[in-house]
């Protein structure tokens, strides 16, 4: 399980001429990164006497945070396997295996893209009340979660083109472009905050 790696490692593996792990896993490590950077935020401003009326919202912030690393560390070896079924599919010309295989990685990264930008949503609500000593940070947060989101878009992108259905193609299309004008949105405003 490359979660469980040492940092070096999974770069190591990552770096290698090896197809697997590839640029999805490493678009839910990025996610894993934005809600770790979250939770630290959230951890600096709780129990501080200056922002003693936020706590409870930086308290919800910080378990939301916490539950999603979680997840997203767990995307980075899901990710893997889907690739393996992907590449597997492929060497066998199983077409009919191809488009199943490929529609499952659309629906799982548009997952991974909702997860991403809802901790988008989460550094917007931190940088509003978390501590400001850390303002640096909610920038950090922010550039980090819109390559996420970025990134886990591009890998849907790359397995529709796979995929016969035009109109599903076309609203997962619409769907994503949203979701990353979304982002790139939230991006300015925890910027703004920031500075």
């Known amino acids: 399980m490359y979660s469980k790696e040492t940092i070096e490692g999974f770069l190591n593996e990552l770096a290698s001429e090896q197809s697997i792990p590839g640029g999805g ?17 959230s951890n600096l401003t709780i129990g501080k006497e200056k922002y003693k009326d936020v ?3 930086a308290k919800a912030i ?11 560390l767990i995307m980075i070896d899901q990710d893997s396997q889907i690739l393996s079924q992907i590449l597997d599919s ?31 949503e989460l550094t917007l609500a931190i940088s509003k009340i978390g ?13 980090i979660g819109d390559a996420a989101v970025g990134s886990a ?16 193609k076309e609203n997962v299309k619409k769907e994503y472009k949203v979701l990353k004008a979304k982002s790139a949105q939230l991006k300015e405003e925890i910027i703004a905050l920031a500075n």
């Open 55 to 57: 706590e409870d919202e």
């Open 90 to 120: 492929y060497k066998a010309g199983d077409q009919v295996k191809v488009k199943s295989v490929c529609s499952d990685a659309v629906e799982f990264s548009m997952d991974m893209t909702k997860k991403a930008l809802r901790l988008m």
């Open 131 to 143: 501590n400001r000593m850390l303002a640096s940070d909610f920038e950090v947060a922010a550039y």
């Open 153 to 168: 878009v591009a890998n849907i992108k790359i397995n529709l083109k796979s995929l016969d259905d035009n109109e599903y």
């Open 25 to 41: 896993s490493a678009a839910a490590l990025s996610g894993a990164l934005n809600a770790a950077v979250i939770s630290f935020i």
């Open 62 to 72: 910080l378990a939301e945070s916490n539950q999603l690393k979680k997840e997203m």
